[in-house]
Nanobody, 114 residues
Framework: QVQLVESGGGLVQPGGSLRLSCAAS????????MGWYRQAPGKQRALVAT?????ITNYASSVKGRFTISRDNVKVYLQMNSLKPEDTAVYYC??????????WGQGTQVTVSS
């Protein structure tokens, strides 16, 4: 069973930065893609950023230029800069192995407020 554990969330002022981490129980290069999604209160879970095993990245338009997804051998990261109140959400790590096999972390809360 694959386990994904997020960390790094918290409370930050508008304009601030946070770095989220996602640790996987298996080699992250065994997944075809990994990514970050977020869910704000009353809204559906939405894509934030993804990175494929080949290193191709994709970002939601709302975070492009502010967020950066990266990885090393054991973790996937989301560097979030210039945070806005509308970035407030629970952020989830996601790993895709095949079309029918994907996994979610438990989520980490990010709150952007003064």
């Amino acid at each position: 069973q694959v386990q994904l554990v997020e960390s790094g969330g918290g409370l930050v002022q508008p304009g601030g930065s946070l770095r989220l981490s996602c640790a996987a129980s298996q080699n992250i290069f065994s997944f075809t893609a990994m990514g970050w999604y977020r869910q704000a209160p009353g809204k559906q879970r939405a894509l934030v950023a993804t990175i494929t095993s080949g290193g191709i990245t994709n970002y939601a338009s709302s975070v492009k230029g502010r967020f950066t997804i990266s990885r090393d051998n054991v973790k996937v990261y989301l560097q979030m800069n210039s945070l806005k109140p509308e970035d407030t959400a629970v952020y989830y790590c996601h790993a895709q192995r095949t079309a029918s096999a994907s996994y979610w972390g438990q989520g980490t809360q990010v709150t952007v407020s003064s």
